[in-house]
């Protein structure tokens, strides 16, 4: 896990996700234009109160920990189903926003693959 691509992706990585989940609380990225049925979905998600803001909690403490290089293999575990749920997103409600999101997805991924060793032991 420690060649200069894998590395990068890593980085990579926390960056987007420490970046996007400081935006859940200090709104410096301005929302995209969503579909209706996106908009109302993220609305209802919003008006809960708290379910936003843990995904941002979540989102900064992954990222955090891949920045640090530290539990790189439990923050990507702890990272799929956010991936998940964020492509699921915009593949059926805002597919022009797609890329971000499979960007994410494929560097989990990967970065999951070259830790394969680790994971190995959960599926004997």
């Keep these: 896990m420690n060649s200069q691509f894998t590395k990068l992706m890593r980085i990579l990585l926390g960056a987007i ?14 929302a995209p234009e969503l579909p209706e049925n996106a ?11 708290y379910v936003l803001q843990v995904v941002g909690v ?8 891949l920045l640090l290089n530290k539990w ?24 022009p926003g797609i890329s971000g ?9 990967i970065l999951m693959y070259k830790l394969w060793p680790k994971y ?3 599926f004997n």
Excluded: R
Excluded at 58 to 65: A, D, N, R, V, Y
């Design 101 to 109: 999101a499979l960007l994410v997805a494929i560097f989990n991924g």
């Design 39 to 49: 908009a109302n979905f993220i609305n209802s998600l919003a008006s809960t109160g």
């Design 17 to 30: 996700l420490v970046v996007f989940g400081l935006n859940k609380f200090l709104s410096f990225i301005p």
């Design 72 to 95: 790189v293999a439990f923050a990507l575990v702890v990272l799929v189903p956010i991936s998940v749920n964020i492509l699921l997103f915009h593949l059926f409600l805002d597919i």
């Design 120 to 122: 190995k032991p959960l």
């Design 58 to 65: 979540i989102e900064i403490l992954i990222g955090l920990l």
